[in-house]
């Protein structure tokens, strides 16, 4: 008998779970949000209650001072909603705490992955594969163009202009959720051990992480180093510092930008970019592509991201697919 799903129905500002009256990853205030993970165009707060792994809900009391209400779901925790809806937090690989939302009720199972990547992290759990009827995947880099190198070979890159230029520095932008923290951890798992130097909007995030067991080593703040301290360092800030006044005391900088962005030429000639680095937190087309085959649902619903190309694949591979319009979500975490 066909099935329609009609008990999770997406609209513009989240997805509804109609017989729980919960959303997940809403963009406006609710009685009930179930929220994949902490960054700003999928967390938010002011709701009623919120239900996300205790790491989201860690960054989100961090960020948004978002904390009662909070109600904490660690992974592979199954929990009853109302309506007879159950729902599991299940690893996505994105950022710390993570998650995708695995929601159960009359016999069928629905994933809503939030942001995810199959890549290992040091700094988060990885992916895990779970079968479902429905898969709503993001598709944030979900054109063939995007096929992200391995992150050890930019990382060698950012780690070679450093050797090349010993009397300068290399300022590289990421967000300060997820992207800086994975690129120090990188950085440390290549073998760079020394003083990795940071602007101050990065400070309070990596403790953050630190404080749930991620080890990132030897982190200052520029405010507290001589510009002899910083020649030859590594440097890492938002973006936003990049040509900012801040950056003018910094030894000559060699300007690198981490994001999956930088495969796209003009993003990294509009930012001024020296050394771009393709690290993405996001899954890529082969990822995406690959992700439909491993779950193999019955259904795949696309969202926030490139969908025509994901459709026309699904299309091609004989995979019944839709496309979702919800609005709010951005490129915060690329």
């Keep these: 008998m066909p099935r329609d799903f009609s008990w999770i129905r997406p609209e513009p500002w989240g ?27 999928h967390a938010r707060g002011g709701h ?72 290992a992290d040091p700094t988060c759990p990885p992916f895990e594969v779970t079968p479902c009827d429905v898969l709503v995947t993001e598709a944030t880099f979900g054109l063939p163009v995007f096929r ?32 800086a923290q994975r690129l120090i951890a990188e950085l440390r798992r290549a073998g760079h051990q020394d003083t990795i130097w940071l602007h101050g909007a990065m400070e309070r995030m990596c403790r953050l992480y630190e404080e749930w067991g991620v080890d990132l080593g030897d982190l200052r703040l520029v405010s507290d180093a001589s510009k ?40 990294a000639r509009q930012r001024m970019v020296e050394l771009p680095l393709v690290i993405s937190d996001h899954a890529d087309w082969d990822e995406l592509t690959q992700t439909v085959v491993d779950v193999n649902p019955a259904e795949t619903w696309i969202t926030h991201g490139r969908e025509e190309a994901m459709l026309r694949w699904c299309e091609l591979n004989q995979r019944k697919a839709r496309a979702l319009a919800l609005v709010g979500y951005e490129d915060e975490d690329d």
């Design 15 to 41: 997805i509804h779970v109609v017989p729980a009256d919960c959303w997940i990853d809403p963009a406006r205030p609710v009685d009930r949000a179930l929220v994949t993970h902490g960054h700003a165009d």
């Design 48 to 119: 009623g209650a919120t239900f996300a792994t205790p790491e989201t809900l860690a960054i989100m009391k961090l960020r948004y001072a978002t904390e009662e209400g909070a109600v904490p779901v660690p992974y592979g925790t199954r929990i009853a909603l109302p309506g007879k809806v159950h729902a599991t937090w299940i690893p996505a690989g994105h950022v710390l705490g993570s998650a995708q939302i695995l929601l159960e009720h009359a016999g069928e199972r629905i994933i809503v992955t939030g942001d995810f990547k199959r890549r």
């Design 148 to 179: 992200h190198p391995p992150v050890e070979e930019e990382i060698a890159k950012l780690l070679s202009a450093l050797a090349a230029n010993p009397e300068r520095c290399v300022l590289v932008g990421a967000y300060a959720l997820g992207k």
């Design 228 to 267: 002899e301290q910083l020649t030859g360092a590594v440097i890492v800030a938002p973006p936003s510092a990049l040509n900012d006044r801040w950056s003018r005391r910094l030894p000559d900088p060699i300007t690198a930008m981490a994001s999956g962005w930088m495969r796209v030429r003009q993003r």
